[in-house]
């Protein structure tokens, strides 16, 4: 599917302008690095980098969490009453919606998901770290 | 398609934190500013039995691009005095803000967990070192203190008439209000060693 690998929009980029427009508030430093290029990743939830701004670590441990995310089951929405919203965009799920299903059972819709799941492993409900056991298996193997 | 989320969420957001009861008991209160959905103004009612009670606080809220993916700017506008806040620029230090937050947090959960924080102070994780360091070496001065900033900032209950004596004080010799409260807040409400310090 490969839509964790999607190219980032400008909004990705403007976050790492972080402070901009609100002066007001400015306690954090300037951003140290140059004005990003490319897809942006985030190696750990506060860090976003541009592509070639990763190190070798940071680019292998991306790599390997989008190989994690693929492996995690998707399907279709069936209509199911237990899960009526995807809690990301807290938009009602439609019957045929591609969700993507975490080891705890919150479903989610796909494109909200990943995105999420490639600033932080863990399910965005109760916190559950996605599955270490998975990310186990997969390093083993 | 971000920014799309973002907006769209806090507009679903918004009718839910007019629909619940917090509204309706007066705790927790969010607004627009302006027509777009990325800059809110929040209010929070000081907790029960706090030295907040009475008072209500107002936060700047900005929504970034990125959210939920990222969470919300929150800063204190009404002046207070609590450990993890600075009582300088309102800056928070609350974990759900920064490393904790989660996809699935609302503008309600971070308000009410801000009411929670305002509850129970964490000094050794503090924002401010001088509000903790107070809030340490001496809780009875710390209550005071935050009480006086919740009638002085936060439209709490009428102030300490001590307090207001010893600022009148300072404000006699020429201090403006806002530095003869800080200085006295940092000072323990001791007189002489605030003048001391401001006329150093």
Partial sequence: ??????????????????????????????????????????????????????????????????????????????????????????????VGD?????????????????????????????????DAALLTSYETS | MAANIAAQRIKREFKEVIRSEEVAKCAIKVELVGDSYTELRGEIGGPPDTPYEGGVFTLDIKIPDTYPFNPPKVRFVSKIWH??????TGAICLDILQDQWAAAMTLRTVLLSLQALMASPEPDDPQDAVVAKQYKENLAIF??????????????????????????????????????????????????????????
């Avoid at chain 2, 439209?155 to 806002?178: F, T, Y």
Wanted: charged fraction near 25%; proline fraction near 8%; glycine fraction near 6%.
């Fill in chain 1, 98 to 130: 591609n969700v993507r299903y975490l080891p705890c059972m919150h479903i989610y819709h796909v494109h909200c998901i990943d995105d999420w799941l490639m600033r932080s492993f863990t399910c965005p409900s109760c916190m559950e770290p996605v």
């Fill in chain 2, 83 to 88: 450990p993890n806040i600075s009582s300088v």
């Fill in chain 1, 1 to 94: 599917m490969g839509n964790c690998l999607k190219r980032s929009s400008s909004d990705d980029i403007s976050l790492l302008r972080g402070s901009d427009g609100n002066s007001e508030v400015q306690t954090d430093p300037p951003p140290p690095y140059p004005e990003p290029v490319g897809p942006v990743y985030y190696p750990s939830p506060n860090i976003s980098r541009s592509v070639n701004q990763l190190t070798e670590e940071e680019q292998i441990k991306i790599a390997k969490r989008m190989g994690l995310i693929q492996h995690l089951p998707t399907g279709t929405y069936d209509g199911c009453k237990k899960n009526r919203e995807c809690v990301i965009c807290m938009v009602e799920f439609i």
């Fill in chain 2, 143 to 200: 209550e005071r203190t935050a009480r006086f900033w919740t009638s002085t900032y936060a439209g709490g209950p009428p102030a300490d008439d001590d307090c207001s004596r010893k600022i009148s004080r300072l404000m006699d010799m020429g201090v403006d209000r806002e530095t003869a409260c800080v200085a006295l807040s940092t000072y323990n409400w001791d007189l002489e060693r605030s003048t001391e310090q401001i006329f150093s």
